[in-house]
């Protein structure tokens, strides 16, 4: 992100929306489809394609005061034409959150087994460090599965990269995982 910064729009009202299902096209046209018809704007998302299933996140905001009823009875809708195994939509109000600004990445690389999402995390927690952006893939190579984790974090005040380093080694020594951290361009 660089020196861009994410902004909610303030004073008006949020929702969260979320949906699962199995891949297919049409899923984005249609349920932006229906939040268009409401005049509410896509401010952030994640969408993506995992394990054969479409899945998305996204914050929207609600600029004209719709009826939430209503919206999420033609989301409803939508679902069940899409054959979406979940849809969801939450309030979130009117309050602005500050959102942290990432400034490094991180990168695991190892065979892959259960523990090491929970590992790296728990480490960055214990350094008080934010998530801002997590992705994961499991490779084949040479028939073997490996394990590829991708983080973009926001490190607090205090905490220089080098102690970072040195704590997210630790956690790769632990699952026997090769771990990488370096500086976002520019951040």
């Not at 914050?59 to 969801?88: F, H, Q, W, Y």
Request: charge should be negative; glycine fraction near 10%; aromatic fraction near 2%.
């Amino acid at each position: 992100m660089g020196a861009e910064t994410r902004v909610r729009s303030i004073g008006m009202r949020h929702y969260a929306l979320s949906a699962i299902g199995r891949n297919r096209p049409g899923i984005v046209a249609e349920v932006s489809a229906v939040l268009l018809a409401h005049s509410l704007n896509v401010e952030d998302s994640q969408m993506t394609i995992l394990g054969g299933h479409f899945a998305m996140m996204a914050i929207v905001a609600d600029p004209n005061g719709t009826d939430r009823r209503r919206l999420a009875a033609e989301l409803d809708e939508a679902s069940v034409r899409l054959g979406l195994e979940a849809l969801s939509l939450r309030d979130l109000g009117g309050s602005d959150l500050p959102a942290p600004e990432a400034s490094h990445i991180v990168t695991v690389y190892g065979l892959d087994h259960p523990g090491i999402v929970h590992a790296v995390s728990a480490a960055l927690e214990r350094s008080g460090v934010d998530i801002t952006d997590l992705n994961t893939r499991l490779v084949s190579e040479d028939g073997e599965r490996l394990y590829v984790l991708m983080m973009e974090l926001a490190l607090p005040a205090g905490l220089t990269p080098a102690e970072l380093e040195e704590t997210l080694a630790e956690a790769g020594r632990g699952q026997g995982v090769d771990v990488t951290l370096r500086a976002l361009e520019g951040a």
